[in-house]
């Protein structure tokens, strides 16, 4: 294990651990990006903080079973981390799910080359316009500032065993609030669709003669449009500040501040 040059133990820890947060970040994940392109991401992001966690004084130990333990605990680290950033990522896809069926389009379906899924048509809108969003805000470099060189000073494995109960209230309130963040980036497309929906019921009443699946159809669609086209900068603002504080909450969650 001392070849090709001396530490290659602590290399393969740091490796692991990054090799697993990739695996599961969101757009890195995507079968899009090839395994040999992560695989040298993460080798390279892995000499970048070596020197750094060298120098912390960061503990291998000789026993080969000790040592597998430990490999096993770096890579649920990165798997954590990379998963919790999925959650949040995963809002913007919920948010268009939720309306996709209310404007006739639930029906039809586009196909994700990143995570190789079908989602709905808004919701792939959305998912777009989401990626964008968190390129833009630098999202790939607190990526590995905070979930890198951050988690590396701050977390090592023995704190998933110490510290699980919180990290599992901690994802499980993720993963709570991921619909309540999906709900709050449809309303307002969510709300208007349903007063839409009341003011056609009441014209069918009104005029039953009136064909409520032909009239209403467009009606919802054109509305739905305008409405998006009205508030996509507000909806663009809202994804910024949703990354910032998932970026705040990774921060949190490596740095042991439950």
């Not at 090709?4 to 990739?22: E, G, H, K, S, W």
């Not at 196909?111 to 833009?136: H, K, R, Y």
């Not at 805000?137 to 060189?149: A, H, P």
């Not at 009104?206 to 064909?211: D, G, L, T, V």
């Amino acid at each position: 294990m001392g070849w090709p040059f001396a530490d290659f133990n602590l290399f393969l820890l740091i490796a692991v651990r990054i090799v697993a947060m990739i695996e599961v970040a969101p757009l890195l994940s995507g079968q899009g990006v090839p395994q040999v392109a992560k695989v040298g991401l993460a080798g390279f992001a892995a000499a970048m903080v070596f020197p750094s966690v060298k120098a912390s004084g960061y503990a291998v130990p000789d026993d080969g079973m000790a040592f597998a333990l430990l490999i096993v605990g770096e890579a649920m680290i990165g798997l954590v981390m990379g998963f919790f950033l999925s959650i949040v990522y995963s809002a913007f896809t919920t948010a268009g799910q939720y309306f996709s069926l209310q404007i006739g389009f639930g029906a039809s379906e586009t196909f994700d080359p990143l995570a190789e899924v079908e989602l709905p048509l808004m919701g792939q809108f959305l998912n777009i316009i989401a990626m964008f969003i968190f390129v833009s805000t630098s999202g790939f470099q607190r990526l590995f500032l905070i979930g890198v060189q951050g988690s590396f000073k701050a977390m090592r494995a023995i704190d998933l065993v110490n510290r699980r109960d919180d990290i599992v209230q901690f994802i499980l309130r993720a993963t709570g609030a991921l619909f309540q963040q999906a709900l709050v980036l449809s309303m307002p497309v969510l709300g208007t669709l349903f007063i839409v929906s009341v003011a056609m019921g009441l014209l069918s009443k009104a005029a039953p003669q009136m064909n409520l699946l032909t009239e209403g159809f467009p009606v919802s669609l054109a509305v739905t449009f305008f409405i998006m086209l009205s508030s996509l900068p507000f909806m663009m603002e809202a994804f910024s500040h949703l990354v910032d504080a998932s970026f705040d909450d990774l921060g949190i969650l490596v740095g042991g501040k439950l």
